[in-house]
């Protein structure tokens, strides 16, 4: 036990504790007060530095063709545009990406890798996002084709729909015929890139899209696009 003597100076301590903790509350609220006044001017700040962004973003688009940048609601450029040479940008339009704040409604077009990025898209859906994600699905078929009319050659699988998540396969220029047997399918696909591997790659040409245009000008990119993985897979 402590004895009578001591208990002033603990009183003492505990009271300086009180008002280092009372200074540190203050002190504390002093900044979320700044935070707060801050961050309400955070719109103000950077709204009209997204437009200036949006607006310089707007106009590099334009110079763009549309199969790479345009989105499918803009039926002017769509109309305008006259499919020339093959295109192989290294990004994929796949949307739009909204910013909704303070009642403000801003649209940027969405990007996802594409030639020579090496990476794998997929989407990912619920039994609420199915459709979205269908159209998506549909939308990067179509685009990539318009991107290369003459220089893809496309593996549809669609075991679950027996094909109908791809109707615009009379369309395409090059689609491999479905034999029912989708590991078969695949190891067509294989083969053909193993052939290109053997053929045009070596330590200074590490991927296809590095082959020149002139070697490679009979040898289409493959894609393999895969619906309702894995349902009856």
């Known amino acids: 036990m402590f004895g009578k003597e001591k208990i002033p100076g603990i009183q003492a301590e505990i009271a300086e504790l009180q008002i280092k903790l009372q200074q540190s509350q203050n002190r504390a609220a002093s900044l979320l007060r700044h935070a707060e006044q801050q961050a ?3 719109d103000e700040h950077y709204q009209p530095l997204l ?3 949006l607006a310089t973003a707007q106009d590099v688009r334009e110079e763009q063709p549309p199969a790479w940048v345009a989105g499918w609601h803009e039926m002017e450029r769509w109309e305008r545009w006259q499919a020339a040479a093959a295109l192989e940008p290294p990004y994929l339009r796949i949307g739009d990406l909204a910013e909704q704040r303070n009642g ?6 969405g990007f996802i890798p594409f030639i020579g990025q090496n990476r794998t898209v997929i989407i990912q859906t619920n039994n609420q996002t199915s459709d ?6 549909q939308s990067l078929v179509i685009r990539t084709a318009l991107l290369l009319p003459h220089q893809a050659r496309y593996t549809l699988v669609d075991p679950a729909g027996a094909g109908r998540a791809f109707p615009m396969r009379r369309y ?7 034999s029912g047997d989708v590991r078969r399918d695949l190891e067509g696909v294989i083969v053909d890139i193993q052939r290109v591997i053997e053929t045009y790659l070596d330590v200074q040409t590490t991927s296809f899209e590095k082959v020149s245009h002139a070697i490679r000008l009979n040898e289409p990119y493959q894609f393999v696009f895969a619906a309702d993985f894995p349902k009856n897979y």
């Open 40 to 42: 309400s001017q955070l």
């Open 51 to 53: 437009r200036d962004s």
């Open 104 to 109: 403000n409604h801003t649209l940027a077009p």
């Open 132 to 137: 979205q994600g269908l159209q998506l699905l």
């Open 172 to 178: 395409l220029a090059q689609v491999r015929e479905n």
